[in-house]
């Protein structure tokens, strides 16, 4: 939990992917893994958002989180219904391969960002982030294509999974509300938040393009973390 949080603190995203690469190699039960992510996450996001909170605008996050908030749903039946198996192997290879993709080209020009796309990526995160606890994946790859540094892009990644996953695990409770949340899930939030700690020091000492680069490798590692779970 510590070192996913160390990690994906610096780029703002892909705790969840990184940690259950590791928490589905030791658990079998995909809703229990997804409950501690969700509560180690939201730790980790709630520290963060605090920390960057004046840069932070949610008119911004409007649009994105509008699209999720629809589409949510989606990905909690899934969870709850089909097997994640058949389904995050696809998302890792797009991971996988936008992952290079900014890797290798940091910097891009400024694009339109057009409400339909906002609305659309946000949608998507709130599939991704229903079923896998993921919801930044899409999000981060629009803000690289529009050319957002990365403060700006940062401001909308950071809020936008802190609501989707304070929904996420609502929305789970009610869902299976014969399953009580463990108080044991409360210790992942320590090292999540100690993680976050460390993660906003470096976020702070990189560059635009560094930042990028470092966002491209993370989507890199959790496309392989669907594909493959450790």
């Not at 229990?32 to 996450?41: E, F, G, K």
């Not at 509300?177 to 702070?204: Q, W």
Request: glycine share 8%; proline share 6%; net charge positive.
């Amino acid at each position: 939990m510590l070192l996913s949080a160390l990690v994906s603190s610096i780029a703002g995203f892909a705790f969840s992917p990184i940690a259950g690469a590791f928490l589905f190699h030791s658990l079998s039960e995909p809703i229990t893994i997804v409950r501690i992510l969700l509560v180690a996450s939201i730790a980790q996001q709630v520290y963060c958002v605090w920390r960057l909170r004046e840069s932070i605008e949610m008119r911004r996050c409007a649009p994105y989180l509008f699209g999720s908030i629809l589409t949510l749903p989606i990905g909690l039946h899934l969870l709850c219904n089909t097997s994640a198996s058949t389904l995050l192997p696809m998302l890792g290879a797009l991971l996988i391969t936008y992952g290079a993709f900014t890797a290798l080209k940091p910097t891009l020009r400024s694009g339109k960002n057009p409400l339909w796309g906002r609305i659309t990526v946000g949608a998507l995160g709130g599939i991704t982030g229903g079923l896998a606890a993921f919801p930044a994946a899409f999000v981060s790859m629009w803000c690289h294509v529009q050319g957002f540094d990365k403060h700006r892009a940062r401001a909308i990644i950071q809020p936008f999974i802190l609501v989707n996953q304070l929904l996420s695990l609502s929305l789970l409770m009610v869902l299976r509300p014969s399953e009580v949340m463990p108080l044991g899930l409360l210790f992942y939030a320590a090292p999540a938040v100690l993680g976050a700690y460390v993660g906003l020091i470096i976020f702070n000492r990189v560059d635009t393009a560094t930042f990028n680069r470092i966002v491209g490798l993370l989507l890199m590692a959790a496309g392989i973390g669907f594909v493959r779970p450790l």
